[in-house]
Nanobody
């Protein structure tokens, strides 16, 4: 049973930074693509960043490219999301997710991810 636990959310002023962590347990980690999604109030959950298991290739939604950085520490079974230059529109619940299949490339849809964390709230004040 895969378990993902996010941490690091909170309240920050616009222009500030936060670093989210996602600790994974159970199942395979090193070969699996990991992703971060967010859900803003009243909106659908959206993909924002992913990192492949093999090679650690990163990919991002246009809305966060250049401001956010995803990384992983396979020795710690942990994935991170460094968020810089935060904007009020970055406010939402941030979810960590693990791809459903090994070597799944660079998925961005929710259906491609089979395991999810409980989410952590990020609030950016103007």
């Amino acid at each position: 049973q895969v378990q993902l636990v996010e941490s690091g959310g909170g309240l920050v002023q616009a222009g500030g930074s936060l670093r989210l962590s996602c600790a994974a347990s159970g199942g395979t980690f090193v070969y699996m693509t990991m992703g971060w999604f967010r859900q803003a109030p009243g909106k659908e959950r959206e993909f924002i960043a992913g990192i492949t298991g093999i090679g650690g290739t990163t990919y991002y939604a246009d809305s966060v490219k250049g401001r956010f950085a995803i990384s992983r520490d396979n020795a710690r079974n942990t994935v991170y999301l460094q968020m810089n230059s935060l904007k009020p529109e970055d406010t939402g619940v941030y979810y960590c997710a693990r791809a459903a299949k090994i070597a799944s490339g660079r998925p961005t849809t929710e259906t491609a991810f089979g395991s999810w964390g409980q989410g952590t709230q990020v609030t950016v004040s103007s």
